[in-house]
């Protein structure tokens, strides 16, 4: 008993690194274009630092404003695209995980596209939750989500566009987020067990069937609930309810 929860403490621990790990991906991929420019415009301050000082031992005032226009210009441009940076890794919910995701799928198989479809509530509200425990889920969803228009995909490549579609919205004293897929559905059966620990239907080596267990007992643990819809061959739709304030 004691080395068997050894190894499930071990899958568990697993599970969450690989969905840090797909994270990682996204944010690597998200942050390089504010990083980017704030290497960019810090390289111009750079030389427009040795114009000035030379434009200071010419005596040139007028081309001294010219220069500390340019140099403040670019500092507020810089201070612009930190904030971008800052906002991506402290911002993220159900869009940045999305793009981060599917941007983490992308770096993997660059041939892979799908239309991913967003429609967020404006007035939800305020709601008290853990983001890095939130944020795990919403990948755990979009993992399954992605991996389902793939599988799909793979079995019928004429005429089918995988999409993904993800939705927020204020339902009385509770949020909602609905994310959604196209793919090929999920039998009764499965439905009835598919927050089961270690319960999975993908092949081995691909999922250890914890993802779906570790979200439930996150969104538990707010207080709110999960569940599936799903029609076998209709794609299906996981359904988060968290309390708002």
């Known amino acids: 008993m004691q080395e068997l929860k050894s190894a499930q403490a071990q899958l568990i621990q697993s599970e969450k690194m690989a969905s840090l790990g797909e994270l990682t991906a996204g944010i690597a991929h998200e942050i390089q274009n504010p990083l980017n420019f704030i290497n960019n415009f810090s390289d111009i301050n750079t030389e427009l630092s040795d114009e000035l000082k030379e434009a200071a031992d010419n005596g040139n005032i007028s081309e001294l404003k010219i220069i500390a226009k340019d140099i403040r ?46 429609d967020f509530d404006p007035n939800i509200g ?67 067990k598919i927050f089961q ?11 250890t069937g914890l993802g779906l267990s570790l979200s439930y007992d996150i969104i538990k643990a707010h207080g709110g609930e999960i569940k599936v819809v799903s029609k076998e061959g209709d794609g299906a739709e996981f359904v988060v309810l968290i309390p708002a304030v």
């Open 73 to 118: 210009e670019n500092s507020e441009k810089i201070s612009h695209h930190g904030k971008r940076a800052d906002a991506i890794v402290k911002g993220m919910l159900a869009e940045e995980y999305l793009k981060l995701f599917f941007h983490g799928l992308r770096a993997k198989d660059n041939v892979f596209n799908a239309t991913m479809k967003t």
């Open 126 to 192: 305020t709601i008290h939750i853990i983001p890095q425990d939130i944020g795990r889920v919403l990948l755990n969803l979009y993992n399954n989500a992605f991996y389902a228009v793939i599988e799909k995909k793979k079995q019928q490549s004429e005429g089918y566009q995988p999409t993904v579609s993800v939705r927020t919205e204020r339902v009385g004293d509770q949020v909602e987020i609905r994310v959604k897929d196209n793919g090929n559905g999920i039998s009764q059966k499965v439905v009835d």
């Open 197 to 207: 620990p270690f319960f999975t239907t993908k092949p081995a080596g691909q999922g």
